[in-house]
């Protein structure tokens, strides 16, 4: 149980393009979904929170006109990368729980290339 | 923001040793979890344990909440064990999102 899908696993796009990566709870509604990044070699950094329904709450620094956060259902949030640049090139994870205080569950991650 | 440290960064092990990697934390914490990231970039949920003692097979964590750390255990260790193992702690504070540590990059040698 508690499974999370995400899709696409790897995108190249142009600089300038923008790319949505869809992460879902197959089996379990997710109440609260994270978006995480990590750069070659680094941790996991959060880039936002969001809850069903609501508008996300992005950590510091996050540029939430660039990472567009929609979390529509209670098993669908989407992350959008609006005009991106190199600079974006990363690894991006979601992450979905149940509850407050329940385990995280994690996607298999996205690995974006922008050219 | 709370702080979370891992340590060793890096380990070598030669295939059969065993380790103890450990996790601190500079607040108090609801939950915690340990991951290992293997090559692919795939996170593998390996505890839940906000507190107490769990084990798994070779493996089993520790976390002393009141003392802000927390313990993985590996013993016979196995080439499939590398990679990175990462821990991640939920504050106290409400947030209701988790922070990982640094991370501790393990090289299982056959």
């Known amino acids: 149980g508690a499974v999370v899908s995400q899709h696409p696993s790897r995108v190249i796009c142009k600089s300038g393009t923008s790319v949505k990566i869809e992460c879902r709870s197959l089996d379990f509604q997710a109440t609260t979904m994270f978006w995480y990044r990590q750069f070659p070699k680094q941790s996991l950094m959060l880039m936002a929170t969001?809850?069903?329904?609501?508008?996300?709450?992005?950590e510091q620094g996050v540029e939430k006109d660039k990472f567009l956060i929609n979390h529509a259902s209670l098993t669908l949030s989407t992350l959008t990368v609006t005009s991106a640049h190199p600079e974006d090139s990363s690894f991006y994870i979601c992450s979905a729980r149940t509850g407050g205080t329940s385990p995280l569950h994690f996607g298999n991650g996205t690995r974006l290339t922008v050219t | 923001g709370i702080q979370v440290e891992q340590s060793p960064p890096d380990l070598i092990l030669q295939e059969g040793a065993n380790s103890t990697l450990r996790c601190n934390f500079s607040?108090?914490?609801?939950?915690l979890q340990w991951f290992h990231q293997n090559p692919w970039g795939q996170l593998i949920n390996l505890f839940y344990i906000p507190s107490g003692t769990k084990q798994n097979g070779r493996l089993s964590a520790t976390t002393v909440a009141t003392e802000r750390y927390s313990l993985l255990y590996i013993s016979s260790s196995q080439t499939t064990d590398s990679g990175v193992y990462f821990c991640?702690?939920?504050?106290?504070?409400?947030?209701?999102?988790?922070?990982f540590g640094t991370g501790t990059r393990l090289k299982v040698l056959a």
């Open positions: 607040d108090s914490v609801n939950n």
């Open positions: 991640a702690v939920e504050r106290s504070s409400g947030t209701y999102k988790y922070i």
């Open positions: 969001s809850n069903e329904g609501s508008k996300a709450t992005y």
